[in-house]
């Protein structure tokens, strides 16, 4: 499924063909649209196409070259407008200093007062921004967005604009100027940006993505954006996908997200086994403080499943499918050892490679003596070893047992002898020595040393 957050179904472009733009819409797994208005009369017109189609959902607003016609009349039927049900959002609303179609001072204003209606309606906001970076962010970060949030569409700006959104809780939206030549500033933002707060939009009939540019753009060609974003991201364009029409949904709440926990989910060529969400540490950074979703799956569980309930599952996404399985850090596996090994000896016996993410504190949750059954059951191990001193894995990490920084070092080397490959994380946490963590690594633990972001999990 993807959402294409942003098209101009209205316009004259479409007048022609729109059943049959729809139909390819569909067919290449669009399974929604949201389409925008720029004046009342567009508005209007998107409502209409919305309460024709069970895909569609609208946006009413005025983008900033219209706005200086716009009226109090205008402004009294925008408010009617977002009292349907499949209004999800106030835009397209802004600054627009390229143009200049309608005069700085009136765009100001207009934007203001549009920011105003959407949050005394709690519509989040979306928001088109050309060559007024900082006006346009100084407005939002004065004027307040709404508590339902807001977008930057289309988005174009620089890392600073970026950041400013970020840190208002914004998502920026990725359109066809992402798979352009000459965007390499464009994607060099995209990369950093957290994909959680990424959106898909086509802006169509505008900005076809290659290998379409040039062309009319339609919703049907979001999947060459979702393409090009996900090789930025070293995703696969599923991952993409799954992920921003998850976004979506949270933002403009046009879907329910799922309800229920993944047992088994995929990331990239990898298959993930959900298999416990408790853990010995409670660290103050974990994503389960913050959200149930790693990389668009839902990954709170009710109930641990049993070794049987994991095979299963793992036979329905057909496993042997994937490069690897892996037993996943979403709660601490070695927390059942058992079904670890029933689980992994059914993937062995298949060919497929085993890896365990762990905190590392087996030898502390199980003994010192199941070591040895690991051999030849798992292929590899990444063990959280996050920091270089034992007081700032206790003051982070706050683990549950005595001497857990310890001994998830000497499971690391006990490790190494059963288990070929052995690897440990940091954290990329402002002010982790992460040189000394590469000390450690080599010097004391022998592995290899892989450097986590400290925003991006999964
Ligand atoms: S070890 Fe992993 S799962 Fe456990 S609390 Fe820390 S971050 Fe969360």
Same mark, same amino acid.
């Given at each position: 499924?993807?959402?294409?957050?942003?098209?101009?179904?209205?316009?004259?472009?479409?007048?022609?063909?729109?059943?049959?733009?729809?139909?390819?819409?569909?067919?290449?797994?669009?399974?929604?649209?949201?389409?925008?208005?720029?004046?009342?009369?567009?508005?209007?017109?998107?409502?209409?196409?919305?309460?024709?189609?069970?895909?569609?959902?609208?946006?009413?607003?005025?983008?900033?070259?219209?706005?200086?016609?716009?009226?109090?009349?205008?402004?009294?039927?925008?408010?009617?407008?977002?009292?349907?049900?499949?209004?999800?959002?106030?835009?397209?609303?802004?600054?627009?200093?390229?143009?200049?179609?309608?005069?700085?001072?009136?765009?100001?204003?207009?934007?203001?007062?549009?920011?105003?209606?959407?949050?005394?309606?709690?519509?989040?906001?979306?928001?088109?921004?050309?060559?007024?970076?900082?006006?346009?962010?100084?407005?939002?970060?004065?004027?307040?967005?709404?508590?339902?949030?807001?977008?930057?569409?289309?988005?174009?700006?620089?890392?600073?604009?970026?950041?400013?959104?970020?840190?208002?809780?914004?998502?920026?939206?990725?359109?066809?100027?992402?798979?352009?030549?000459?965007?390499?500033?464009?994607?060099?933002?995209?990369?950093?940006?957290?994909?959680?707060?990424?959106?898909?939009?086509?802006?169509?009939?505008?900005?076809?993505?290659?290998?379409? @540019?040039?062309?009319? %753009?339609?919703?049907?060609? !979001?999947?060459?954006?979702?393409?090009?974003?996900?090789? $930025? *991201? &070293? +995703?696969?364009?599923?991952?993409?996908?799954?992920?921003?029409?998850?976004?979506?949904?949270?933002?403009?709440?046009?879907?329910?997200?799922?309800?229920?926990?993944?047992?088994?989910?995929?990331?990239?060529?990898?298959?993930?086994?959900?298999?416990?969400?408790?853990?010995?540490?409670?660290?103050?950074?974990?994503?389960?403080?913050?959200?149930?979703?790693?990389?668009?799956?839902?990954?709170?569980?009710?109930?641990?499943?049993?070794?049987?309930?994991?095979?299963?599952?793992?036979?329905?996404?057909?496993?042997?499918?994937?490069?690897?399985?892996?037993?996943?850090?979403?709660?601490?596996?070695?927390?059942?050892?058992?079904?670890?090994?029933?689980?992994?000896?059914?993937?062995?016996?298949?060919?497929?490679?085993? @890896?365990?993410?762990? %905190?590392?504190?087996?030898? !502390?949750?199980?003994?010192?003596?199941?070591?040895?059954? $690991? *051999? &030849? +059951?798992?292929?590899?191990?990444?063990?959280?070893?996050?920091?270089?001193?034992?007081?700032?894995?206790?003051?982070?990490?706050?683990?549950?047992?005595?001497?857990?920084?310890?001994?998830?070092?000497?499971?690391?080397?006990?490790?190494?002898?059963?288990?070929?490959?052995?690897?440990?994380?940091?954290?990329?946490?402002?002010?982790?020595?992460?040189?000394?963590?590469?000390?450690?690594?080599?010097?004391?633990?022998?592995?290899?040393?892989?450097?986590?972001?400290?925003?991006?999990?999964?």
């Amino acid at each position: 499924m993807i959402i294409d957050t942003h098209a101009h179904l209205d316009m004259e472009q479409f007048r022609d063909d729109l059943p049959s733009v729809l139909a390819r819409a569909r067919d290449a797994g669009v399974r929604y649209i949201i389409t925008i208005g720029s004046d009342i009369k567009s508005s209007r017109a998107a409502r209409d196409i919305a309460a024709a189609h069970e895909e569609i959902f609208f946006s009413p607003g005025f983008h900033p070259h219209d706005v200086k016609s716009a009226t109090e009349a205008d402004y009294g039927e925008m408010e009617e407008l977002l009292k349907y049900p499949k209004a999800v959002a106030v835009g397209e609303i802004g600054l627009d200093y390229h143009y200049d179609y309608s005069p700085r001072d009136t765009q100001t204003e207009h934007f203001k007062r549009q920011l105003a209606v959407a949050k005394k309606v709690n519509k989040p906001v979306i928001i088109h921004s050309r060559e007024a970076e900082t006006e346009t962010m100084d407005i939002i970060a004065s004027a307040g967005l709404p508590e339902a949030g807001g977008t930057l569409h289309c988005f174009s700006g620089g890392p600073g604009m970026a950041r400013r959104a970020l840190e208002l809780g914004m998502y920026l939206s990725v359109g066809g100027t992402l798979t352009f030549n000459n965007s390499g500033a464009l994607r060099d933002v995209i990369k950093t940006a957290p994909i959680e707060k990424l959106l898909l939009e086509t802006d169509c009939p505008y900005l076809a993505p290659k290998p379409l @540019r040039g062309k009319r %753009n339609e919703p049907s060609y !979001l999947k060459y954006i979702a393409e090009a974003l996900a090789q $930025l *991201k &070293g +995703l696969s364009p599923e991952d993409v996908m799954r992920i921003t029409s998850l976004n979506a949904s949270l933002l403009f709440g046009i879907c329910e997200p799922p309800k229920d926990g993944a047992i088994v989910y995929p990331i990239r060529d990898s298959l993930y086994l959900n298999i416990t969400n408790r853990c010995t540490n409670a660290c103050v950074f974990c994503v389960r403080n913050s959200t149930d979703f790693v990389k668009g799956h839902n990954l709170r569980i009710r109930n641990e499943p049993t070794a049987r309930e994991i095979i299963s599952a793992m036979e329905r996404a057909d496993f042997t499918r994937y490069r690897e399985v892996v037993f996943c850090g979403y709660g601490e596996p070695f927390l059942r050892l058992d079904v670890i090994k029933e689980v992994a000896r059914a993937v062995k016996a298949r060919g497929v490679k085993v @890896r365990i993410n762990t %905190n590392g504190h087996a030898l !502390l949750i199980n003994g010192d003596r199941f070591m040895p059954e $690991l *051999k &030849g +059951l798992i292929d590899a191990v990444s063990v959280s070893l996050n920091f270089p001193t034992e007081a700032e894995y206790e003051k982070y990490c706050r683990p549950q047992r005595e001497g857990a920084y310890k001994s998830l070092k000497e499971f690391v080397r006990r490790a190494k002898e059963y288990i070929p490959e052995v690897g440990v994380t940091a954290l990329a946490m402002p002010g982790v020595d992460i040189e000394e963590c590469q000390r450690i690594a080599k010097d004391e633990l022998g592995a290899d040393l892989r450097v986590r972001k400290y925003d991006e999990v999964g």
